[in-house]
């Protein structure tokens, strides 16, 4: 049992002074830091007519090339030695390019019993037709694993450097770029409205077909990520942001990311071997088969699909 | 027939990479660009690998090119028709 401590006795804790300074009541600089409004800096205008005065006699006199010998003959340098510096690059390059064993050569080091094992066990491992993709999502799960964190990292970076707040972009609503488009462009709505559909719906069949046929989640993800792009660019944002706003953004997102590091943490927590218990590898060939591959394609496609769409939003109107 | 097909391809890639980096017009190099996305990604499917086709398509020619627009839009390195032309008008008058 812990006794209840006085109010007086709480606000002397450390708990309670980190507790007032995470939700901001108290700043910590406010009293203990001299603070000073910064004063913007101008410039007489004397000044700056002497200055621009003195930099055209510069410009007019040191950098003109007709009298500074000197100049013009680094600037002929200059020239001579980055047109031997692209060729010597070149030249270096395709020597090593001679080299490399031929493409399909069976002597190639790249023929070795890694690749063999994909192929001949990879099907009975994975349980996926599409080599390609069992091995990216199911061998190298952990691998992809990084490279979707890297994506949910680069749209933090975006969000941190062109994010504007939300009270903004209505203010700014006729200043923002959107009012210098062509509002209702016709001829975009039309071929929008024939082709958004079909796009939904080859991104989605590439994700779900990701361990059958050729593509997968990022590719199918990148494809829908088109596709909310171009019905973003015809019909403007808040008919998108009916079906697609900050919210779900988020919660798909987050959620993508989440279940796929449950799903990679339990396949090596497993020894990548035992994930038959949990997700069944299923019949070969089947759309529910491929064992782990499946759902990783979904989450990766939705992860993809959203970058896309939040890079689009974030550059268009600095928020989602 | 294919081999063929593939040097024309590959020589139209490294045309296009050059003119990127000659074209003055920000814009053209842009659509220059995309093109070479285009390319690039009907090569793939001759080189058998359909899924990065896929990829190349809608990232490089799609996603790639329409941030790119938007960035020129947003320095106003490009505008719109109307615009312009209100815009150029003075700039006109005054050389």
Same mark, same amino acid.
């Given at each position: 049992?812990?006794?209840?401590?006085?109010?007086?006795?709480?606000?002397?804790?450390?708990?309670?002074?980190?507790?007032?300074?995470?939700?901001?009541?108290?700043?910590?600089?406010?009293?203990?830091?001299?603070?000073?409004?910064?004063?913007?800096?101008?410039?007489?205008?004397?000044?700056?007519?002497?200055?621009?005065?003195?930099?055209?006699?510069?410009?007019?006199?040191?950098?003109?090339?007709?009298?500074?010998?000197?100049?013009?003959?680094?600037?002929?340098?200059?020239?001579?030695?980055?047109?031997?510096?692209?060729?010597?690059?070149?030249?270096?390059?395709?020597?090593?390019?001679?080299?490399?064993?031929?493409?399909?050569?069976?002597?190639?080091?790249?023929?070795?019993?890694?690749?063999?094992?994909?192929?001949?066990?990879?099907?009975?491992?994975?349980?996926?037709?599409?080599?390609?993709?069992?091995?990216?999502?199911?061998?190298?799960?952990?691998?992809?694993?990084?490279?979707?964190?890297?994506?949910?990292?680069?749209?933090?970076?975006?969000?941190?450097?062109?994010?504007?707040?939300?009270?903004?972009?209505?203010?700014?609503?006729?200043?923002?770029?959107?009012?210098?488009?062509?509002?209702?462009?016709?001829?975009?709505?039309?071929?929008?409205?024939?082709?958004?559909?079909?796009?939904?719906?080859?991104?989605?069949?590439?994700?779900?077909?990701?361990?059958?046929?050729?593509?997968?989640?990022?590719?199918?993800?990148?494809?829908?990520?088109?596709?909310?792009?171009?019905?973003?660019?015809?019909?403007?944002?808040?008919?998108?942001?009916?079906?697609?706003?900050?919210?779900?953004?988020?919660?798909?997102?987050?959620?993508?990311?989440?279940?796929?590091?449950?799903?990679?943490?339990?396949?090596?927590?497993?020894?990548?071997?035992?994930?038959?218990?949990?997700?069944?590898?299923?019949?070969?060939?089947?759309?529910?088969?491929?064992?782990?591959?499946?759902?990783?394609?979904?989450?990766?496609?939705?992860?993809?699909?959203?970058?896309?769409?939040?890079?689009?939003?974030?550059?268009?109107?600095?928020?989602? | 027939?294919?081999?063929? $097909? %593939?040097? /024309? #391809?590959?020589?139209?890639?490294?045309?296009?990479?050059? @003119? +990127?980096?000659?074209?003055?017009?920000? $814009? %053209?190099? /842009? #659509?220059?660009?995309?093109?070479?996305?285009?390319?690039? @990604? +009907?090569?793939?499917?001759?080189?058998?690998?359909?899924?990065?086709?896929?990829?190349?398509?809608?990232?490089?020619?799609?996603?790639?090119?329409?941030?790119?627009?938007?960035?020129?839009?947003?320095?106003?390195?490009?505008?719109?028709?109307?615009?312009?032309?209100?815009?150029?008008?003075?700039?006109?008058?005054?050389?």
């Amino acid at each position: 049992m812990s006794r209840r401590r006085e109010q007086s006795e709480y606000e002397k804790t450390f708990a309670f002074r980190f507790f007032r300074w995470l939700s901001g009541e108290k700043d910590a600089y406010i009293g203990n830091m001299e603070m000073r409004p910064q004063k913007e800096y101008e410039e007489k205008e004397e000044t700056v007519a002497e200055r621009m005065r003195e930099k055209g006699k510069f410009s007019a006199e040191v950098y003109d090339k007709k009298y500074n010998r000197e100049l013009r003959f680094f600037d002929r340098l200059y020239r001579a030695f980055s047109i031997i510096f692209c060729i010597a690059i070149v030249a270096v390059l395709i020597f090593t390019v001679s080299f490399l064993p031929e493409v399909g050569n069976e002597a190639n080091p790249d023929n070795n019993i890694v690749s063999e094992t994909y192929i001949s066990r990879g099907i009975y491992d994975t349980g996926t037709v599409n080599i390609v993709t069992g091995m990216i999502l199911a061998y190298r799960a952990f691998d992809t694993f990084g490279e979707t964190n890297v994506l949910f990292v680069a749209t933090c970076c975006v969000m941190i450097l062109l994010m504007v707040d939300e009270d903004k972009i209505r203010e700014n609503k006729e200043s923002n770029d959107r009012g210098f488009e062509p509002k209702n462009d016709v001829i975009l709505q039309k071929v929008a409205h024939v082709l958004a559909p079909v796009i939904f719906l080859f991104g989605i069949y590439i994700i779900l077909n990701g361990h059958l046929s050729p593509g997968g989640g990022f590719s199918g993800g990148a494809m829908i990520g088109a596709g909310l792009t171009l019905y973003v660019a015809a019909f403007g944002f808040e008919k998108t942001e009916r079906f697609f706003n900050e919210r779900v953004y988020r919660i798909v997102k987050v959620t993508a990311l989440m279940l796929y590091g449950c799903i990679v943490l339990y396949y090596f927590y497993t020894g990548a071997n035992g994930l038959a218990n949990l997700i069944p590898l299923g019949e070969a060939g089947r759309i529910l088969s491929g064992g782990i591959t499946l759902p990783i394609n979904i989450f990766v496609g939705s992860e993809v699909a959203c970058t896309i769409y939040a890079f689009y939003a974030l550059f268009r109107r600095g928020g989602l | 027939m294919t081999e063929i $097909l %593939n040097y /024309i #391809l590959l020589g139209f890639l490294v045309v296009c990479a050059v @003119s +990127v980096s000659f074209s003055k017009n920000l $814009l %053209n190099s /842009i #659509l220059i660009f995309m093109s070479y996305s285009l390319v690039m @990604s +009907v090569i793939w499917i001759l080189l058998k690998s359909p899924d990065l086709a896929i990829t190349e398509a809608a990232v490089g020619a799609g996603i790639t090119s329409v941030l790119f627009f938007i960035t020129l839009k947003k320095i106003h390195a490009i505008q719109s028709g109307k615009r312009e032309e209100e815009e150029d008008e003075p700039e006109k008058r005054a050389e």
